[in-house]
């Protein structure tokens, strides 16, 4: 049994102020992900090895920020068709200017989508579960959106981060997470029990997330010897693969 088994995950935002935190910053959001380029694009990069694309026809992209995913989930398989779902319409604008053939959708709210029953076959969320007022009313409805057998890919930073990422910004700048919670992969593990959700793989990413190339590299083969270790927790993206049942 967890501690995390009689929580309600719930946290002290709205979706409204998460929304309103990504507006603020949709205009510096491309430019400083882009000093840390290669870190920001392992998200899309690992993803893209536990999609099956291949097999794929319907993909959620959601939270899809400047939609940067749909362009290489298309380059994976162009005939998918994907549909990019944002909270922000300042990021929702920004998108539209380097990737205008993207399909966006704006959401009001992660914990109630505006999308029928079993239309996805595919669902990545990529560092939105720790931003969602409600984690298990999120989870439910990606749940809901996903046909049968879905695969779902998902990540987030772990609690572990939390100090790192106040050091960073504090030295660094960037556009900052506004509200949000980082959990552990513990509580994550049980959100997906509790929401129905199968987990097949967990995986601990981006242990040096800055530095020479070379440098990162080195982080990326400490870590991935060492899956399942405190070591792996340390890695702030948190790579989450599963199945609907």
Sequence with gaps: MSKFDFSNHKNNWTDQEVEAHWDRVSG???????????AHDQRFTE?????????????LNISSRDAEADSFIRNANPKLQIINAEISQGLI?????VNPAAT????????SLPFENELFDRVLSLETLEHAADPIAFLNELHRVSTKNA???LSCPPATSEIPYR???SIFGGHGEGPHRFPSSEEVKVMFRKTNWKLVLHKGTVL???GPQAVQQFGERVINA???????????RQFYVCEKY
């Design 28 to 38: 510096i959001y491309i430019s400083e992900n882009n000093k840390v380029k290669n």
């Design 47 to 59: 993803s893209l090895k536990h999609l099956k694309l291949e097999n794929a026809q319907k993909v």
């Design 93 to 97: 604008n920004e998108a539209r200017k």
């Design 104 to 111: 966006q959708l704006k959401i009001k709210t992660y914990s």
């Design 151 to 153: 695969i779902m890919v």
């Design 167 to 169: 050091i960073f910004t």
């Design 208 to 210: 040096i997330p800055v």
């Design 226 to 236: 060492f899956q399942g270790s405190l070591l792996a927790e340390c890695g702030i």
